[in-house]
């Protein structure tokens, strides 16, 4: 397992843009696999955008169009740019990694992830 560490949360007011960041303790193979989560008190957590081992990004329709995620070159930092923030996006932000399958030349993300970090808060205010 990869160390995660997420930062760049903070208090914004709605209608703002923030922009977390997340960085792996060391690159593995997990990093075709990430993928950034919320979890907002009293609700699930949610997949909000994630990379495919083919480095297509993938949204939920609650942030499509204002979220986007993104890499540095040598995949060891992860990005989540939020724009047009809305209350409801107000929740712990967090990063995550899998271990890929390996099958021949190519990886396969299953959705199994298996590091995490610790978290960084968000909260929009209207």
């Known amino acids: 397992q990869v160390q995660l560490a997420e930062s760049g949360g903070g208090s914004v007011q709605a209608g703002g843009s923030l922009k977390l960041s997340c960085k792996a303790s060391?690159?593995?193979?997990?990093?075709?696999?990430m993928a950034w989560f919320r979890q907002a008190p009293g609700k699930e957590r949610e997949r909000v955008a994630h990379f495919e081992a083919n480095r297509e990004t993938v949204y939920a329709d609650s942030v499509k169009g204002r979220f986007t995620i993104s890499q540095d070159n040598d995949k060891t930092t992860l990005y989540l740019e939020m724009n047009g923030l809305k209350p409801e996006d107000t929740a712990m932000y967090y990063c995550a990694a899998e271990d890929p399958l390996v099958l021949g030349t190519a990886l396969m993300c299953r959705g199994k992830y298996n590091s995490w970090g610790q978290g960084t808060q968000v909260t929009v205010t209207s």
């Open positions: 060391v690159y593995t193979n997990s990093a075709y696999c």
